[in-house]
């Protein structure tokens, strides 16, 4: 009759060479050296994962060195500890007995601790005659070793504070070049501040804190890298300007028309059925003081800088491409009639922003159209707080702006 196979298979224990190579490390021990068992637990709870450990051998070696009635751990005096399955389970809280197995195996294997086997592989005290004879695990390399997990702590550490040094520089570059970009767009100046903000988008679109260390670390080199090409650009930018002599240039634009006063406390309307609730950066930008924290946003806006930052009205041309505002206007007028924004609605917007601003408007509409179930019910919505002197072109453009360059995360449609 053939044999039946062993129900549970057996215990994985380590090899010859192992268990001779921790030997030596403790017969080489200096009797008489001193270890902090807490220390060099915390040691090796924070390099946990260089030394391949996970939670639950972390909780096992807790409960081990429990055993051990000493805080501090010396060579020479005994370190052998013998405490049955059934109390470690207790002091591991409530490990299953196999799961208890696993995770000695692995301290085993990993040179955390040592086996001093009996006979019979069991773990007792047998008092003799002289001196008494423990069987069970030895904390002998935990001594030993000391130093090296210390080191292996320092070296996790040093590379945490690094990781931190690198995610601070990568907020900031993006932060600066942002901001620096969006100037420049809004201003006009020389430059292909088109390809630079394609550039920049390209370098913004991954989280960061996601990112492994060498890839975090060529993130901040190739921003750094963009942060040089725009200061260059600049200062081309500047020296160009000097060099036409035309101060005029450089003076500020007003507006034409006197900005209609704000309602310090505005009562909107009922939304007509489909409308949706605008960004609440509309809102915010158009309280007094907001803008000027950052930017002038009383400044005309450019039609450049709509057309960089809502590239998909380009569509609605002939050549794909929109070279003066006659042209921004026209597609507007296409585009609107393409989302199906009837032609009431847009010349109340018309009338209440200007042709301008409600071309703005649907550029931006349009950029939104994914999450945005009505743009007729939007763009009455827009034409409302237009009316109480709430809405702000810039504030739309520059929302955008951030949310593709990751300054803000994408606007979520408001549920009725």
């Not at 210390?150 to 907020?171: F, G, I, M, P, Q």
């Not at 296409?334 to 199906?340: H, P």
Request: hydrophobic share 40%; proline share 6%; with cysteine.
């Amino acid at each position: 009759m053939p044999a039946q196979p062993s129900p549970t298979p057996p215990r994985r224990r380590t090899g010859v060479l192992e268990r001779r190579a921790m030997k030596w490390i403790i017969d080489d021990l200096a009797k008489g050296t001193i270890a902090h068992k807490y220390q060099i637990f915390d040691a090796i709870c924070v390099a946990k994962d260089r030394l391949g450990l996970k939670n639950g051998t972390i909780a096992v070696l807790r409960a081990l060195i429990s055993f051990h009635p000493n805080v501090t751990l010396q060579a020479g005096e005994p370190l052998v500890i013998h405490p049955s399955n059934k109390l470690l389970q207790a002091r591991a809280n409530g490990m299953a007995e196999a799961t208890l197995r696993r995770h000695l195996a692995t301290l085993l294997s990993a040179g955390i601790i040592a086996r001093r086997d009996s006979p019979n592989r069991k773990r007792y005290v047998r008092q003799g005659a002289d001196e008494a004879q423990t069987y069970g695990f030895d904390l002998s390399l935990l001594v030993a070793r000391a130093p090296e997990f210390e080191a292996l702590k320092n070296a996790v550490e040093a590379e945490a504070r690094e990781r931190r040094r690198l995610l601070d520089l990568v907020t900031i570059y993006r932060r600066d070049l942002r901001e620096t970009i969006a100037e420049a767009l809004a201003l006009d100046f020389l430059g292909d501040w088109e390809g630079i903000m394609a550039a920049f988008a390209g370098l913004s679109h991954e989280r960061a804190d996601r990112l492994g260390s060498d890839r975090l670390r060529a993130l901040v080199e190739a921003l750094d890298q963009l942060g040089r090409v725009v200061d260059d650009t600049l200062k081309r930018s500047a020296s160009t300007s000097d060099s036409n002599g035309d101060g005029a240039q450089n003076e500020r634009h007003h507006p034409e028309s006197k900005p209609k006063p704000i309602d310090s406390e505005p009562h909107f309307r009922t939304r007509r059925p489909g409308e949706v609730e605008p960004p609440s950066e509309i809102n915010q930008a158009a309280q007094p003081g907001y803008a000027g924290r950052k930017r002038d946003t009383s400044r005309p806006l450019s039609f450049r800088f709509v057309v960089n930052t809502l590239p998909a009205i380009k569509d609605y041309t002939r050549t794909g491409q929109i070279e003066d505002t006659t042209e921004f206007l026209a597609a507007a007028e296409l585009a609107r009639s393409s989302l199906g924004i009837s032609p009431d609605a847009w010349r109340e917007a018309i009338d209440v922003m200007g042709r301008f601003e409600a071309a703005v408007a649907t550029a931006f509409i349009l950029d939104r159209v994914d999450t945005i179930r009505s743009p007729g019910g939007y763009l009455r919505a827009l034409t409302d707080k237009a009316g109480m002197g709430a809405y702000s072109p810039w504030a739309l453009v520059l929302s955008t702006l951030k949310r593709k360059t990751g300054g803000a995360p994408p606007m979520r449609r408001v549920r009725k």
